[in-house]
């Protein structure tokens, strides 16, 4: 039943990644990596909400590993973000590749915690 949920995440992750990727280079090019960029930054805030909620309204082991293993797993990608990144070094974009890198890691780590502050906030307001 795990693998059940597991797939079901991942499909629906990666229907998304797809889905927001290609939006997001539609709106904003592709001189920089804009679809993986914005999808690990809006994953890197979802799992730093859904993890604060999800540590005090229960669900079950199930759902959890639906939503962060299959479904967050799926829709954020380190290793596409690495050979992009590699990439635009490699084209002679040294500047652009280290701005993707630098902005990724410290911009996913502050969504993480604004996630996690949101989560609070959400909770005190549920209660």
Do not use: C, K
Request: aromatic share 14%; charged share 5%.
């Amino acid at each position: 039943m795990q693998y059940i949920f597991l797939a079901i995440g991942g499909a629906s992750g990666a229907v998304l990644r797809y889905l927001v990727s290609g939006w997001a280079y539609a709106l904003l090019g592709t001189g920089f990596p804009w679809g993986t960029f914005i999808v690990n930054m809006l994953g890197a805030f979802l799992i730093g909400l859904l993890w604060q909620l999800f540590s005090t309204i229960p669900i079950s082991p199930h759902m959890r590993n639906l939503i962060f293993t299959g479904g967050l797993g799926a829709f954020t990608t380190f290793s596409t973000f690495a050979l992009e990144s590699l990439n635009l070094i490699r084209n002679g974009d040294i500047g652009l590749g280290l701005i993707n890198v630098f902005a990724s890691d410290i911009l996913g780590i502050i969504l993480v915690m604004v996630g996690v502050l949101l989560g609070r906030v959400v909770l005190i307001w549920l209660s």
